[in-house]
């Protein structure tokens, strides 16, 4: 039903904008450009995952190591 709406709404708007197009793009060049925009954002995903681990491994408080004597280390 939202899909219907959105379509409903857009329709009059791009069918009025057909005429005054300068640089005489049609529907197949928006979504082509649309398609690359959203293979863009995709990538930005695994990136900001990767930044927000790297920031976390960054912030991370190291355990103390304890030295083990070497007498109980071989029993």
Excluded at 44 to 57: N, R
């Amino acid at each position: 039903m939202g899909t219907g709406i959105l379509i409903g709404s857009v329709a009059p708007v791009w069918a009025a904008t057909e005429g005054r197009e300068a640089d005489n793009s049609s529907l197949f060049v928006w979504m082509f450009l649309g398609f690359c925009a959203l293979i863009v954002v995709a990538q930005l995903i695994p990136a900001a995952m990767m930044l927000f681990g790297v920031v976390k491994g960054v912030k991370k408080e190291t355990a103390e190591v304890v030295p083990v004597a070497a007498e109980t280390a071989i029993k």
